[in-house]
């Protein structure tokens, strides 16, 4: 997702990386920051950079944020990973995309908060604190929900599956559907998804760039200090708006600062790289594999939201669904892209969300 220029990004990085190489590890960092085992005194340079290199202070801190923001559960298909936002009210389960974690719903969907929902979040197998043995298959994810929500004394929720959480998102729908009662894809896949041979900035970005750390450091301070540099790649990369729709629509987010903090969080919500590899790694594997998907079964109302100039997941994701699933409903975001949080018409799509949910609601 969002980036800035590979062109610039590329020289940047080979700087960063030769004036980063450390002598801690990144188990011992994670270690460190967690709070699981102190890194031993004698190790003076690992120490000072720990404590006075920003590259290291700002993993570290990030690391414990993630942390501290979620709770483990032992279910019996593993341990898992979630937070809840809500103190009552219904249940929305959010499938996330790829890369993720239960910070994602934060990210990108936190227009949903304080709705009259109580939001509950996790990380799929393979991000952050859940491990990927948990399920790698996204029929065997759909089983990891469930149990989250047999833990947690859940009986019934709505569903939210965005962008490669969707084939989960569908299959929780049919192995589950008495635990069901509303289903919301967005920008979801529901077909073969690849990563583009054609494309030389994808294959870079999901090939390497992704996983890096120091990249990703580099990102979140642009994002931070030049959020419109940010937007515009971002824009770039995941729409198929022309040059003046993607300028004026930069335009309109520097001028909603609700928008431009979706910008900052987009960044942290794929960071760190190395605790959301195995996650990514396997989506982009079981991705391929998408086929076939019981969307024909599907009997919970469902809404199904895109951009029609999503880039990332085509629009033609969606109309396989509206055709497919019994009596679903199509809402095309004319100009909307994978991000959703970042058009125009936000606004629009959150009402648009919220009064399905109510019509619905248990």
């Given at each position: 997702?969002?980036?800035?220029?590979?062109?610039?990004?590329?020289?940047?990085?080979?700087?960063?990386?030769?004036?980063?190489?450390?002598?801690?590890?990144?188990?011992?960092?994670?270690?460190?920051?967690?709070?699981?085992?102190?890194?031993?005194?004698?190790?003076?340079?690992?120490?000072?950079?720990?404590?006075f290199g920003?590259?290291?202070?700002?993993?570290?801190?990030?690391?414990?944020?993630?942390?501290?923001?979620?709770?483990?559960?032992?279910?019996?298909?593993?341990?898992?990973?979630?937070?809840?936002?809500?103190?009552?009210?219904?249940y929305?389960?959010?499938m996330?995309?790829?890369?993720?974690?239960?910070?994602?719903?934060?990210?990108?969907?936190?227009?949903?908060?304080?709705?009259?929902?109580?939001?509950?979040?996790?990380?799929?197998?393979?991000?952050?604190?859940?491990?990927?043995?948990?399920?790698?298959?996204?029929?065997?994810?759909?089983?990891?929900?469930?149990?989250?929500?047999?833990?947690?004394?859940?009986?019934?929720?709505?569903?939210?599956?965005?962008?490669?959480?969707?084939?989960?998102?569908?299959?929780?729908?049919?192995?589950?559907?008495?635990?069901?009662?509303?289903?919301?894809?967005?920008?979801?896949?529901?077909?073969?998804?690849?990563?583009?041979?054609?494309?030389?900035?994808?294959?870079?970005?999901?090939?390497?760039?992704?996983y890096?750390?120091?990249?990703?450091?580099?990102?979140?301070?642009?994002?931070?200090?030049a959020?419109?540099?940010?937007?515009?790649?971002?824009?770039?990369?995941?729409?198929?708006?022309?040059?003046?729709?993607?300028?004026?629509?930069?335009?309109?987010?520097?001028?909603?600062?609700?928008?431009v903090?979706?910008?900052?969080?987009?960044?942290?919500?794929?960071?760190?790289?190395?605790?959301?590899?195995?996650?990514?790694?396997?989506?982009?594997?079981?991705?391929k594999?998408?086929?076939?998907?019981?969307?024909?079964k599907?009997?919970?109302?469902?809404?199904?939201?895109?951009?029609?100039?999503?880039?990332?997941?085509?629009?033609?994701d969606?109309?396989?669904?509206?055709?497919?699933?019994?009596?679903?409903?199509?809402?095309?975001?004319?100009?909307?892209?994978?991000?959703?949080?970042?058009?125009?018409?936000?606004?629009?799509?959150?009402?648009?969300?919220?009064?399905?949910?109510?019509?619905?609601?248990?």
């Amino acid at each position: 997702m969002g980036t800035i220029p590979l062109r610039y990004l590329m020289i940047v990085l080979l700087v960063i990386n030769l004036f980063l190489s450390s002598c801690i590890t990144e188990h011992e960092l994670y270690q460190s920051a967690s709070g699981e085992k102190e890194l031993p005194k004698w190790r003076i340079l690992s120490r000072a950079r720990e404590e006075f290199g920003p590259y290291t202070q700002w993993k570290e801190a990030l690391i414990k944020e993630l942390i501290d923001g979620s709770r483990i559960v032992y279910t019996k298909m593993g341990p898992v990973e979630y937070s809840i936002n809500g103190e009552s009210g219904p249940y929305l389960i959010v499938m996330h995309g790829a890369p993720g974690g239960y910070d994602q719903t934060a990210a990108l969907f936190s227009d949903m908060f304080g709705k009259g929902l109580r939001i509950l979040s996790w990380s799929r197998p393979g991000y952050l604190r859940t491990p990927l043995q948990d399920g790698n298959m996204y029929e065997e994810q759909a089983d990891v929900a469930a149990a989250l929500m047999d833990n947690l004394g859940i009986k019934r929720a709505s569903v939210l599956g965005y962008s490669a959480g969707g084939p989960v998102a569908v299959y929780f729908a049919t192995r589950y559907p008495k635990r069901i009662w509303a289903l919301i894809l967005e920008c979801a896949v529901t077909q073969k998804w690849v990563v583009s041979s054609e494309n030389l900035e994808e294959k870079i970005y999901f090939g390497y760039l992704m996983y890096n750390d120091p990249f990703l450091w580099t990102s979140e301070i642009t994002g931070r200090i030049a959020p419109r540099l940010i937007g515009m790649s971002t824009i770039e990369m995941e729409s198929t708006l022309d040059k003046a729709a993607a300028q004026k629509l930069m335009d309109d987010i520097m001028h909603d600062p609700r928008r431009v903090k979706v910008l900052k969080d987009l960044m942290n919500s794929m960071s760190p790289g190395n605790l959301r590899r195995d996650g990514m790694e396997n989506d982009v594997e079981q991705l391929k594999k998408v086929k076939d998907l019981p969307l024909d079964k599907i009997k919970a109302p469902t809404l199904i939201i895109h951009g029609t100039d999503d880039a990332d997941v085509s629009v033609a994701d969606a109309a396989l669904a509206s055709n497919t699933i019994p009596n679903a409903k199509l809402y095309l975001v004319h100009g909307g892209f994978h991000v959703m949080a970042l058009t125009d018409t936000i606004d629009e799509i959150t009402e648009k969300r919220v009064m399905f949910l109510k019509k619905y609601s248990p």
